[in-house]
Structure formats: structure tokens, C-alpha cells
């Protein structure tokens, strides 16, 4: 149903907009966070100390989303989106606000656990949100705007890092989230409830177990959680890895290390919108195992230029091919299990998607962590390691992805999943 289907009346119309809006600031908040601390890095390492642990700041924040999608997915299908994704929000700026104030590199790591324990909230409930909005078809737009939006933060976010450590402090990278999120979470609270339906209170098994053996045994679910891991993997260590190789190798300042990334993170959101697209018409196999070749010849592009010591002109070419296909194999690993499954275990779903993307960074990065010399700077064997997770990825994805997706017709809960739900005083 499109934004203005005659199931919607004007306020009902406006109000899905709204609620739009707010998950998908909430989204970009999440996205923006992930990549605007990587310039400041080095600085915060030189300030703070803990040069050993470099790798911490990012596994750390990794680890508790890896966790907590887990948990929020589920609980998300038994006692609704609204709830879960609004204590995500609070953990997210409470993490933020807490490491904008670290006066050691200790602290500055345990607030990181907070910060990541909100994000895997808000990123995986943000999606489930907006797939219960729109049906599949005007979800092939709906993941063209977000992912763009997802892209433009990501993009953003290194510059306005690098921007913001040169000339007001490194602690604004992350109290700059505070005001956004609060405008995110008055947004959700005035435009949307949760569908009408009974839920019950989820046992601790089903927290620790959130995918049923059905589910698991859909042909596309599995292939989007092993693709995510991969996925996961390379995002997060690029994301580590490459502004520290300018700050060590191109003797870049913190701002060009920021955007370093840029060109990768303008190749996902290419990537990502239209991946979609061929999701829908060419199938899943194509969409994921299309994605990770093109990303493979960018990994081994990548690899071979820093082996060679050539130009970074050449480096940023390699990053943008590699995130051309990367966005396409992480978008449609999430949209193609969410519509195989039914309403009840779509949380659920997405938030394994997230958590083995989650895992498979951290424990890329804390691997690649160990590697290199004495500085933990960005050697050639952790430029290496991308090619083979974009080979594994290629190599699952023809494996186990199906051609064809079998969507779930499950009808959706009372008044439907894709409608506001007003309260019973309005």
C-alpha cells in the first residue's frame, strides 16, 4: 500500500510519515555514530592513553549490539516496537553523553558498552518499524531512502568528525547525538503505536534462543545471517582500520582520515539502492553473491595498492568498488529474510541479521587487532583479510542463497501491520 492508499485517510497518512521520519533519524543517528569516532581516534588515544586497547573502542560497542539485538528483537515481537526501540534511544544518548565526559581510555570503553547496548536496539527495531509500515514492494523505495540517508550519514561522518576534533573537541563526537536523539524519540512518541494484538511477556529461553527451528530452516534466512557475518566483518574493519592507515602511512590529519571513508560509504548507498531492485526481480543469489564479487574485486584492488605503496587516489577507488557491492549484499541479507517470515518473528529476524553482522565485526577487528607491528597500525595483512571475508561471502552466497524468495502471506495483526494504530482516546 503506497503512502496515499485510500485504507489511509489524511491524519492516518501523515502520521506513518512522522513515524518514518523519526526511525529513520534514528537510523542515521546510529550510522553517523559508527563512523564520526574513527577520525578522532588517534587524537582520543594520544589524550586518553591506551594505544594496546585501540581496538576496544570498537569491539566493545560491537559486542553489547551484538548483544542486545539479540534480546531486543524478541522482545520486540511480544511486547511491541515502541517500547523496545525508546529504551534503545535512552541507553544510546545515555552512552553518548557518558562518553563525551571519559577522563580515561577504561572509561571511555565501558561507556562504549552503554552506547552499544542502545544502538543494537535502535538499528534493527528502526528496520522492523519500517517493515511493518510498507509491504514489500514499496519496500524496495522505502530501503532506497534509508539506506541512501544511512549512506549520507555515514558519508558525513568522518568529515564532520575530522571537522569537529580540529576545531572544538573529540568529546562532541559523541555528545552531538544528544539533541537529534531527543527530536527522534518525541517524533515516535506523538505519531506511532503499536498494531492491536495480545502479547505475552517472552521466557528467558526465548531471549537466548530468539529464531525457532522453523525459521531457521527458511533458505533465506540462513543465507542472510551468514552473509551479514561476513558483511559485518569487512564494514567494521575498514571502518578501524582506514583512517588509521592515512594517520600512519599518508601522514593525513584527522580530518582527511575521516574522509577516507568517504568513498566507500558513497559506493554501499549506490550499492544499497538499487540492490533492492534486483532482489526483487533477479532473486537473492544474485543480489548477495553479485554484491560480494564486485566487493571482492575492490578488497583485491585495495590489498595490492597498499602492497605496492601506490597513490591513495587509487586506494579510494578501491573503497568505493569495494562498498558498491558491499551495499547490495548487506541490504538484501536484511530485506530478504524479513519478507519470508512471518509478522511475529520478523523482529526476530532482523535482529540476528544485525546481531552477525554485529559479531562478525567485532570479532574481525579484535582478530586484526593483534596484527601489524608494535603501533597497531593498518598492515598489509588486514587489508588482505578483506578479500578473503568477500570470497567466503561470494562463496556462501552461492551456497545457500535461493534464487527464488518465498514470501510468508501470514496475515498481519488485527487492523494490520502497515497502518497507524491510534490509541482509544483519539
Given at each position: 500500500?503506497?503512502?496515499?492508499?485510500?485504507?489511509?485517510?489524511?491524519?492516518?497518512t501523515q502520521r506513518r510519515r512522522v513515524a518514518t521520519g523519526s526511525v529513520l533519524t534514528a537510523l542515521v543517528v546510529a550510522a553517523f555514530e559508527g563512523t564520526v569516532v574513527t577520525?578522532?581516534?588517534?587524537?582520543?588515544?594520544?589524550?586518553?592513553?591506551?594505544?594496546?586497547?585501540?581496538?576496544?573502542?570498537?569491539?566493545?560497542?560491537?559486542?553489547?549490539?551484538?548483544?542486545?539485538?539479540?534480546v531486543c528483537g524478541k522482545v520486540a515481537d511480544a511486547l511491541g516496537r515502541r517500547p523496545v526501540f525508546l529504551g534503545g534511544m535512552v541507553l544510546f544518548l545515555a552512552g553518548s553523553?557518558?562518553?563525551?565526559?571519559?577522563?580515561?581510555?577504561?572509561?571511555?570503553?565501558?561507556?562504549?558498552?552503554?552506547?552499544?547496548?542502545?544502538?543494537?536496539?535502535?538499528?534493527?527495531?528502526?528496520?522492523?518499524?519500517?517493515?511493518?509500515?510498507?509491504?514489500?514492494?514499496?519496500?524496495?523505495?522505502?530501503?532506497?531512502?534509508?539506506?541512501?540517508?544511512?549512506?549520507?550519514?555515514?558519508?558525513?561522518?568522518?568529515?564532520?568528525?575530522?571537522?569537529?576534533?580540529?576545531?572544538?573537541?573529540?568529546?562532541?563526537?559523541?555528545?552531538?547525538?544528544?539533541?537529534?536523539?531527543?527530536?527522534?524519540?518525541?517524533?515516535?512518541?506523538?505519531?506511532?503505536?503499536?498494531?492491536?494484538?495480545?502479547?505475552?511477556?517472552?521466557?528467558?529461553?526465548?531471549?537466548?534462543?530468539?529464531?525457532?527451528?522453523?525459521?531457521?530452516?527458511?533458505?533465506?534466512?540462513?543465507?542472510?545471517?551468514?552473509?551479514?557475518?561476513?558483511?559485518?566483518?569487512?564494514?567494521?574493519?575498514?571502518?578501524?582500520?582506514?583512517?588509521?592507515?592515512?594517520?600512519?602511512?599518508?601522514?593525513?590529519?584527522?580530518?582527511?582520515?575521516?574522509?577516507?571513508?568517504?568513498?566507500?560509504?558513497?559506493?554501499?548507498?549506490?550499492?544499497?539502492?538499487?540492490?533492492?531492485?534486483?532482489?526483487?526481480?533477479?532473486?537473492?543469489?544474485?543480489?548477495?553473491?553479485?554484491?560480494?564479487?564486485?566487493?571482492?574485486?575492490?578488497?583485491?584492488?585495495?590489498?595490492?595498492?597498499?602492497?605496492?605503496?601506490?597513490?591513495?587516489?587509487?586506494?579510494?577507488?578501491?573503497?568505493?568498488?569495494?562498498?558498491?557491492?558491499?551495499?547490495?549484499?548487506?541490504?538484501?541479507?536484511?530485506?530478504?529474510?524479513?519478507?519470508?517470515?512471518?509478522?511475529?518473528?520478523?523482529?526476530?529476524?532482523?535482529?540476528?541479521?544485525?546481531?552477525?553482522?554485529?559479531?562478525?565485526?567485532?570479532?574481525?577487528?579484535?582478530?586484526?587487532?593483534?596484527?601489524?607491528?608494535?603501533?597497531?597500525?593498518?598492515?598489509?595483512?588486514?587489508?588482505?583479510?578483506?578479500?578473503?571475508?568477500?570470497?567466503?561471502?561470494?562463496?556462501?552466497?552461492?551456497?545457500?542463497?535461493?534464487?527464488?524468495?518465498?514470501?510468508?502471506?501470514?496475515?498481519?495483526?488485527?487492523?494490520?501491520?502497515?497502518?497507524?494504530?491510534?490509541?482509544?482516546?483519539?
Amino acid at each position: 500500500m503506497a503512502l496515499s492508499s485510500p485504507r489511509l485517510d489524511a491524519r492516518a497518512t501523515q502520521r506513518r510519515r512522522v513515524a518514518t521520519g523519526s526511525v529513520l533519524t534514528a537510523l542515521v543517528v546510529a550510522a553517523f555514530e559508527g563512523t564520526v569516532v574513527t577520525p578522532a581516534m588517534p587524537t582520543i588515544v594520544r589524550e586518553l592513553g591506551g594505544m594496546s586497547a585501540y581496538a576496544w573502542v570498537f569491539s566493545a560497542f560491537l559486542i553489547a549490539s551484538t548483544f542486545a539485538v539479540l534480546v531486543c528483537g524478541k522482545v520486540a515481537d511480544a511486547l511491541g516496537r515502541r517500547p523496545v526501540f525508546l529504551g534503545g534511544m535512552v541507553l544510546f544518548l545515555a552512552g553518548s553523553a557518558l562518553c563525551g565526559a571519559a577522563t580515561s581510555f577504561g572509561a571511555l570503553v565501558a561507556f562504549r558498552v552503554i552506547q552499544g547496548l542502545g544502538a543494537g536496539a535502535l538499528q534493527p527495531i528502526a528496520m522492523v518499524i519500517s517493515a511493518d509500515l510498507y509491504t514489500l514492494d514499496e519496500r524496495a523505495r522505502i530501503q532506497g531512502i534509508f539506506t541512501g540517508a544511512w549512506g549520507v550519514a555515514n558519508v558525513v561522518g568522518p568529515v564532520i568528525g575530522g571537522w569537529i576534533v580540529m576545531h572544538l573537541s573529540w568529546r562532541w563526537v559523541f555528545l552531538v547525538n544528544v539533541p537529534v536523539g531527543v527530536v527522534s524519540m518525541v517524533l515516535l512518541l506523538a505519531s506511532y503505536r503499536d498494531p492491536l494484538r495480545g502479547a505475552s511477556r517472552p521466557s528467558l529461553r526465548g531471549l537466548l534462543v530468539p529464531l525457532p527451528a522453523p525459521v531457521l530452516e527458511v533458505p533465506a534466512v540462513r543465507a542472510g545471517l551468514v552473509a551479514s557475518l561476513f558483511a559485518g566483518g569487512i564494514l567494521a574493519a575498514c571502518s578501524a582500520y582506514v583512517p588509521l592507515w592515512m594517520t600512519t602511512h599518508a601522514r593525513a590529519d584527522a580530518l582527511d582520515a575521516g574522509a577516507a571513508l568517504v568513498p566507500m560509504l558513497i559506493g554501499w548507498a549506490l550499492g544499497s539502492s538499487f540492490g533492492v531492485r534486483v532482489l526483487v526481480a533477479r532473486g537473492m543469489r544474485t543480489s548477495v553473491g553479485g554484491g560480494f564479487t564486485i566487493a571482492l574485486v575492490g578488497a583485491v584492488g585495495l590489498a595490492l595498492v597498499v602492497a605496492a605503496g601506490a597513490s591513495t587516489a587509487l586506494a579510494m577507488s578501491c573503497l568505493a568498488l569495494l562498498g558498491l557491492g558491499l551495499g547490495p549484499a548487506a541490504s538484501t541479507s536484511l530485506v530478504g529474510p524479513q519478507s519470508c517470515v512471518p509478522w511475529a518473528q520478523r523482529g526476530a529476524v532482523t535482529s540476528a541479521v544485525y546481531a552477525l553482522r554485529a559479531l562478525g565485526g567485532s570479532v574481525v577487528v579484535a582478530m586484526l587487532g593483534a596484527a601489524g607491528g608494535g603501533e597497531h597500525d593498518a598492515a598489509l595483512v588486514r587489508f588482505t583479510a578483506l578479500g578473503f571475508l568477500a570470497f567466503a561471502g561470494v562463496a556462501a552466497a552461492a551456497w545457500m542463497a535461493p534464487r527464488v524468495l518465498h514470501l510468508d502471506e501470514e496475515p498481519e495483526p488485527a487492523g494490520g501491520a502497515g497502518l497507524y494504530h491510534p490509541t482509544a482516546a483519539e
